[in-house]
């Protein structure tokens, strides 16, 4: 089956997925949907203990430390906060009424041939999750995750060191040391990581330059506004 990032037509964000009944009330669906739509996107990092360089080398642009709206759903918001000089703090904000479904993670920036990762770490979790993302204007972010179909197949033949774990969500964990990590992932020439959404900085929702807007590309699945 040939990758594809449209939800509606079954991928990490959903495969196989098939429709509900509408029997729920609206909000307690949002909700729901809201909390799957997290835990199947948790599914599409790869993951290693070990990041793609280390914290202690990290450093991040002081503008990108503000509040951002992923632009797939609305009020699906996204607080980036400074950690310390290396490390940023980012919480999606949770639906409950008192927020309780915030999901907090702490990261670095790592840079590889001109391209430049996010290394989280969700708390609680001893490991990383990787993707990828571009800022072609200030207040734009496009965010790339990696293709599960292609990191399944290269941990089956052998290509990187990994494991498959198929527990409540399919987790791709990479063991290899952070040179070999790095190999990996040079390997596909940057395209082993995929467009998937944007995040638009929240004060500027509505109000993007024209020529920031013609930086969004239509994904997979999506058609051209």
């Known amino acids: 089956m040939a990758y594809n ?5 079954g991928d990490c964000l959903g495969m196989n997925n098939k429709p509900a009944p509408i029997i729920l009330k609206s909000m307690l669906r949002v909700s729901i949907l809201m909390g799957l739509s997290l835990l199947l996107l948790s599914s599409c ?4 203990a070990i990041p793609l ?4 080398q990290a450093s991040y642009p ?3 430390v503000d509040t ?3 632009m797939h759903k609305k009020n699906a918001i996204y607080v980036i906060e400074k950690k310390d000089k290396n490390q940023l703090k980012i919480t999606f904000w949770g639906k409950g009424p008192n927020r309780e479904n915030d999901q907090v993670s702490i990261g670095h920036i ?10 989280n770490k969700p708390v609680g979790k001893n ?4 993707y990828k993302f571009t800022r072609p204007c200030p207040d734009l972010i496009l965010i790339y995750l990696p293709n599960p179909e292609l990191i399944d197949k290269d941990i089956k033949s052998g290509r990187v060191k990994g494991r498959i774990v198929q527990d409540f969500m399919t987790s791709r964990i990479i063991e290899e040391n952070r040179a070999g990590l790095i190999k990996y992932i040079r390997s596909y020439q940057g395209k082993l ?6 995040m638009v900085r929240q004060s500027k929702v509505g109000k993007l330059s024209k020529e920031c807007k013609s930086k969004i590309k239509p994904l997979p699945g999506q058609k051209s506004k």
């Open 45 to 48: 990092f790869m993951e290693s």
């Open 193 to 198: 990581f995929l467009p998937f959404r944007y």
């Open 5 to 9: 990032i449209d939800p509606a037509k």
């Open 110 to 119: 790592s840079r590889i041939d001109g391209e430049t990762y996010f290394n």
């Open 68 to 70: 951002w709206a992923m």
């Open 53 to 56: 360089s280390p914290v202690k």
């Open 127 to 130: 490991r990383y999750e990787f």
């Open 62 to 64: 002081a503008d990108i």
